[in-house]
């Protein structure tokens, strides 16, 4: 059996959005209770970030951008990075020492009527919420700050 390589400790958070402001947050698998939107790590210290949240966005929803339903145009890097620690139940899958990742904010617009493909090793429910109490949801805080972002960048 192989080892996985240790995560990079660089991510991205996609929140997924309609015209209206409703917001997908996704329940963990393996942290029940713990609802979030799309994030994930770089696969290599080389990705770029929009192909990371064109993998993650796809892996862990189904929705496909670029495709005719979403158009590459509906993700939208918001310029903003969040530095926090890793919480410590989830270190082990860093390099030994690794303490804090580095998040890049995304928004993606979406109808409201998409169709949804959950990974479920990776999540077991989805919720489509107003930003506030989707924000109020999160159990991240950095999550939570940027689905309070959603109106200034939608």
Request: glycine share 4%.
């Amino acid at each position: 059996m192989s080892e996985r390589s240790p995560k990079i400790p660089e991510s991205v958070l996609v929140v997924i959005h309609t015209p209206a402001l409703d917001v997908l947050l996704i329940e963990r698998a393996d942290a029940p209770g713990f609802w979030q939107s799309v994030t994930g790590s770089k696969d290599d210290a080389f990705e770029p970030l929009m192909q990371t949240c064109l993998r993650e966005v796809a892996e862990e929803t189904g929705i496909v951008i670029g495709s005719p339903a979403v158009p590459i145009a509906a993700l939208r890097d918001w310029q903003l990075a969040n530095v926090y620690e890793i919480y410590p139940r989830w270190r082990h899958r860093y390099a030994s020492g690794v303490t804090h990742n580095t998040e890049h904010v995304f928004g993606l617009a979406v109808p409201r009527d998409i169709t949804l493909r959950l990974n479920p090793r990776e999540h077991v429910q989805h919720a489509w919420l107003p930003w506030r109490e989707a924000a109020d949801r999160c159990f991240s805080p950095s999550n939570a700050e940027a689905v309070l972002q959603l109106p200034r960048f939608a």
